[in-house]
């Protein structure tokens, strides 16, 4: 596994103008992260724009791990305040393909398509699934692969998201799983368990950190999620791929990032030094 940061953790420092991408990226450095999570809100499209920052991440050792859209929304300014418009959802994932694969970026994560309320929930997937389709020949010939996220709306419960995802029928289309999305009662790992064998990327999820300790070495750790639990999970289904920190707790962003890296860290190294596959299937097989 790799230990990755999504720009969403500083979404208040990036709403208030003060970090942009180029600060982003620095302090990835410092915190020695493997690869970032790049979202639209965050990044203005400019050919030229996107070649520096691939050549920043390059002189510092930092890989675009993903991208992230929000495929019913064009976003036309990231300064403050964001300017935004509907967007024709096939449209922009073509555009963001192209622009995942200019970032070097193998994953770009297709948030799920808005409807409108008076449609049923049947004809939302079938939207999704119709949607994603006509965009699988282009994600594959640009090597990017796809996957949707349980976000709320019609992803709000497993069943649906595997009848999105088999529904898409392509081994190029996957789940982005974040840990915090499906709740934080006992019915979230049920889920996630669920649909862990379709994830291709992960958000890791932290809301509020608290001090543990191993020995006599004090650490932080996420306090509301079980992360224990999901790592079991993970490791069970065969996922060995990023874990994207997605800070969205009320404590200073500034503060707050650093140790859910640590803490993402902690997890991975502990998991390199017993790497196994438990039952499950290894990740290199179909699914």
């Not at 694969?101 to 948030?111: C, K, N, Q, T």
């Not at 995802?165 to 999305?181: A, T």
């Not at 791929?241 to 962003?253: A, F, H, K, Q, T």
Request: aromatic fraction near 8%.
């Amino acid at each position: 596994m790799k230990v990755g940061c999504s720009t969403y953790s500083y979404h208040r420092n990036f709403e208030a103008g003060k970090i942009d991408l180029e600060g982003f990226l620095e302090k990835m450095f410092r915190f020695n992260v493997d690869g970032v999570e790049l979202l639209d809100l965050h990044v203005t499209p400019d050919p030229g724009n996107l070649r520096r920052l691939k050549r920043l991440g390059l002189k510092l050792g930092i890989e675009t791990a993903a991208v992230t859209i929000h495929p019913s929304l064009e976003v036309e300014s990231i300064s403050p305040p964001e300017s935004k418009r509907v967007a024709e959802p096939t449209k922009k994932i073509d555009k963001w393909i192209e622009i995942a694969s200019l970032m070097g970026a193998p994953v770009l994560r297709v948030d799920v398509i808005r409807t409108p309320k008076e449609m049923s929930q049947e004809e939302a997937i079938k939207v999704n699934i119709d949607s994603v389709k006509r965009c699988i020949p282009h994600a594959v010939e640009k090597g990017i692969t796809m996957g949707i996220e349980n976000h709320g709306g019609v992803t709000s419960n497993a069943e649906n998201i595997i009848k999105i995802v088999k529904g898409v029928g392509s081994e190029w289309y996957g789940v982005v799983l974040d840990f915090g999305n499906f709740g934080l009662e006992e019915r979230a790992y049920e889920e996630m368990e669920k649909v862990a064998r379709y994830a291709m990327f992960c958000h890791a999820k932290t809301l509020e950190f608290g001090l543990a300790s191993q020995g006599l070495e004090p650490h932080w750790e996420e306090k509301r999620i079980d992360y224990r639990k999901i790592m079991d999970i993970l490791r069970r289904r065969g996922y060995n791929g990023y874990l994207s920190l997605e800070y969205e707790g009320d404590e200073s962003e500034g503060t707050a990032v650093p140790k859910g890296i640590g803490f993402l860290r902690r997890l991975v190294q502990a998991e390199r030094g017993s790497r196994r596959i438990v039952g499950g299937k290894n990740p290199c097989q179909k699914r």
